[in-house]
């Protein structure tokens, strides 16, 4: 069954437990979050399979723990498990609303402990410098695409997703608007290096996305993560370094001040 273009997995068209899933999902405004979720509701769909279990009328607490005990046992990360039994407790709870359920199997799991503090590798000044002496180096897409997400603090999505008509003027500044986390909108003032970067990557080109490929196709995460690795690896950056990695850079947060729409 669909939501949007959202797929999960059915056993057949009476499959309670993919349309109540589907429907769990398509709750959330956020494109990133019903991505997420669908993809880990689909791996707990496939475990029950695995196991003989119907997600609805078979699973009980102690097939939840197993799950999670069967996680940490193939090596995963505590967030990565604690994100997992999340989306799961969110599911059930809401087959509870609905009465497709009369009591939530995950409610009580124990889940591990994650630490409080970021795990993500940042980049010093030092090395957000060198990145960034390479970035301008490289020009076009590169400069505008690092400029963005390690001066304006712009979340991979955010950067990836705008449009050349996003591009404006408030309260004397130029900005950028973005819809961010938890779909609310914001206009981002660029910093002086960014709009110039950005000028410089747009070219004569007055429609479409902000970050283009030479074909006018968008410029996706996944091509955004490769440019940051090429320039961390030409900055002599040896740790591994993705978009988000920029966001915990020396300064971003101040950076990403924003402008209230008029």
Same mark, same amino acid.
């Given at each position: ?10 056993? +057949? ?7 109540a899933a589907v429907a769990f999902v398509a709750g ?50 505590a967030a990565t498990i604690a994100l997992k039994l ?85 309260? +004397? ?8 986390? +938890? ?9 002086? &290096? ?21 074909? +006018? ?16 690896? &030409? ?17 971003? &947060?101040?950076?990403? &001040? ?5």
């Open positions: 069954m669909t939501a949007s273009t959202l797929i999960l997995p059915v056993a +057949g068209e009476q499959d309670l437990a993919s349309w959330y405004s956020s494109t990133g979050t019903r991505q997420a979720y669908t993809t880990q509701l689909r791996l707990w769909f496939d475990w029950c399979e695995h196991h003989h279990l119907e997600p609805l009328a078979d699973v009980r607490r102690p097939h939840v723990e197993f799950y999670a005990r069967d996680l940490e046992a193939r090596g995963l990360a999340v989306v799961l407790t969110g599911f059930n709870r809401y087959c509870v609303e609905e009465q497709l359920l009369e009591h939530s199997p995950a409610v009580h799991v124990r889940r591990p402990k994650v630490s409080q503090e970021s795990t993500r590798l940042g980049l010093d000044r030092s090395e957000l410098g060198a990145f960034l002496v390479q970035a301008g180096l490289s020009g076009g897409n590169d400069h505008a695409l690092a400029c963005l997400l390690a001066l304006n603090a712009l979340r991979v999505s955010e950067a990836c997703g705008a449009e050349l008509s996003d591009l404006a003027l408030a309260n +004397g500044h130029r900005v950028v608007r973005i819809v961010g986390k +938890g779909n609310q909108p914001a206009l981002i003032p660029l910093a002086p &290096r960014t709009s110039r970067a950005i000028d410089a990557a747009v070219g004569e080109r007055t429609d479409g996305p902000l970050l283009a490929r030479a074909d +006018g196709s968008r410029l996706d995460r996944h091509a955004a993560g490769r440019i940051v690795r090429r320039l961390a690896k &030409r900055a002599g950056i040896d740790k591994p370094i993705s978009p988000p990695s920029l966001r915990h850079a020396a300064f971003p &947060r101040r950076a990403r &001040r924003r402008v209230q729409p008029a």
